[in-house]
């Protein structure tokens, strides 16, 4: 099936640090949304991107829709504790029109 | 308001037992879709309601039966499960139905599935 590379699998900060992920895929994707879920909930979506090119910042968020419409990057400006959680990138392919198609995820920890 | 309600957050249920997940939605939207996210993975796409009519299974074993009584509720049936099943069991749902212009997919919290 579609797969959404996505990196780092991991990351540990300091507060204050900027943070950036991102999404490769070799196909070519309609949709890219980020979402952050923290334990025991469900993800709340952060930002949607719809069109190539497109650069769409939500407060310290900002994220972008590659040029080629396979990749895409999510930066965190002045990371807060709160911001820990694992960041999801999903996106949608141009023939699967309701069917999301998920990266592995990005687990944040932000040391104080 | 872009709430998605499931219920029950916990459920617990033996391998003999028949329980349902409850889905609501009153943002309009059409298109809604059960998930099942095991820690530490994404989620992972079972079904998918559009207009209220199944469109998308995902080879997902009948002992999971999911319903659209209308395009406010989606329920999910369970019956004979197995340990294996349990999971974070994620309800969604979107604005567009077929023809999709945007898929901004909103998610519920989820209920905490465990199967003994």
């Known amino acids: 099936g579609q797969q959404l590379n996505q990196s780092p699998q991991s990351m540990f900060i300091q507060e204050g640090e900027d943070v950036s992920m991102n999404c490769t895929s070799s196909?070519?994707?309609?949709?890219w949304l980020w979402y952050k879920q923290d334990p025991g909930e469900g993800p709340v979506l952060l930002i949607a991107?719809?069109?190539?090119?497109e650069l769409t910042s939500n407060g310290r968020l900002t994220a972008q829709f590659g040029t080629t419409r396979k990749d895409s990057f999510l930066n965190i400006s002045a990371s807060i504790p709160s911001d820990v959680g694992i960041y999801f990138c999903?996106?949608?392919?141009?023939?699967?029109?309701?069917?999301?198609?998920f990266g592995q995820g990005t687990r944040l920890t932000i040391n104080p | 308001d872009t709430e998605v309600t499931q219920t029950p957050k916990h459920l617990v249920m033996g391998m003999t037992n028949k329980k349902s997940l409850k889905c609501e939605q009153h943002?309009?939207?059409?298109?809604m879709y059960w998930y099942k996210q095991k820690a530490k993975k994404p989620p992972e796409l079972m079904f998918v309601y559009s207009y209220e009519k199944l469109s998308i299974n995902e080879s997902v074993p009948s002992r999971f039966s999911p319903e659209c009584p209308n395009s406010s509720l989606l329920n999910l049936h369970l019956h004979a499960l197995q340990p294996e099943d349990s999971a974070l069991y994620l309800c969604?749902?979107?604005?567009?139905?077929?023809?999709?212009?945007?898929?901004?997919?909103?998610f519920g919290q989820g209920t905490r599935l465990t199967v003994v």
């Open positions: 991107l719809y069109k190539a090119g």
């Open positions: 969604a749902s979107s604005q567009e139905g077929f023809s999709v212009t945007s898929t901004e997919a909103f």
């Open positions: 943002m309009g939207h059409r298109a």
């Open positions: 999903a996106g949608q392919l141009p023939s699967g029109a309701q069917k999301l198609v």
């Open positions: 196909s070519i994707f309609n949709t």
